[in-house]
């Protein structure tokens, strides 16, 4: 199957400072890419869909000049977190479309676990 | 938000057991996916099935569909410690992939 990297797996900073988290796509194009944000023993809330050569798409609470995604090339989608906080922390994922769009599986990265001290 | 609720939020079952998780949705869907996340990871797809499809195979996985009641069931039979896992049902419908609540399952060895 495809695979969808995610890096990096782990970071800490510290608050006030911005963390740029990359999404790639190893072996097919993924023209939509979604970020996605999971507190511990819940779900996946949608951040944002990501589309290649436009502007991310929000969520309703959202923040986008919290979290700023940027999808320059048909295979790298980026979530950067600025002026992060402790509240910030969390586990966040990046996910792409197979070929074959809605009717097909959606491949996830590995996750990044964020913490701001 | 996230919509859809799954039941049990949380099964624990010995080794050998079947164990079966539902999903519930709201919306009018193009299909219904569910996925495993192990603890601190990325997801990983088990199985897609259509809006016009009622049930559905995969190994030891099984998948009901039922658009009447906007319902979706997986079954894992034979339950090995290996499938400690949670679970996550995910409905597309136009541009987005929700997720459920999700179901942690246990297997106890």
């Known amino acids: 199957g495809a695979v969808v990297s995610q890096h990096p797996s782990r970071v800490i900073c510290k608050s006030g400072t911005s963390v740029k988290i990359e999404c790639r796509s190893l072996?097919?194009?993924?023209?939509?890419m979604f970020w996605y944000r999971q507190f511990p023993k819940q779900s996946l809330m949608l951040m944002a869909t990501s589309n290649e050569g436009s502007k991310a798409t929000y969520e309703q609470g959202v923040e986008k000049d919290k979290f700023l995604i940027n999808h320059a090339s048909l295979t790298l989608s980026t979530l950067t977190v600025t002026s992060a906080h402790p509240e910030d922390s969390s586990f966040y994922i990046c996910?792409?479309?197979?070929?074959?769009?809605?009717?097909?599986?959606?491949?996830f990265g590995q996750g990044t676990r964020l913490t701001v001290v | 938000s996230q919509q859809g609720e799954e039941d049990p939020q949380a099964l624990s079952i010995q080794e050998g057991e079947n164990a079966t998780m539902n999903c519930s949705y709201k919306t009018s869907i193009n299909n219904l996916q569910w996925y495993r996340q192990n603890s601190g990871r990325g997801l990983v797809h088990l199985i897609l099935?259509?809006?016009?499809?009622r049930e559905k195979h995969s190994g030891r996985l099984r998948v009901t569909l039922d658009t009447s009641k906007k319902s979706s069931s997986l079954l894992i039979t034979a339950s090995r410690a290996a499938d400690t896992a949670s679970y996550f049902c995910a409905e597309t419908s136009g541009s987005r992939l929700t997720f459920g609540e999700g179901t942690q399952l246990t297997v106890n060895p």
């Open positions: 072996d097919f194009q993924a023209t939509t």
């Open positions: 996910s792409a479309l197979g070929q074959g769009g809605f009717w097909t599986e959606a491949f």
């Open positions: 099935i259509r809006s016009n499809e």
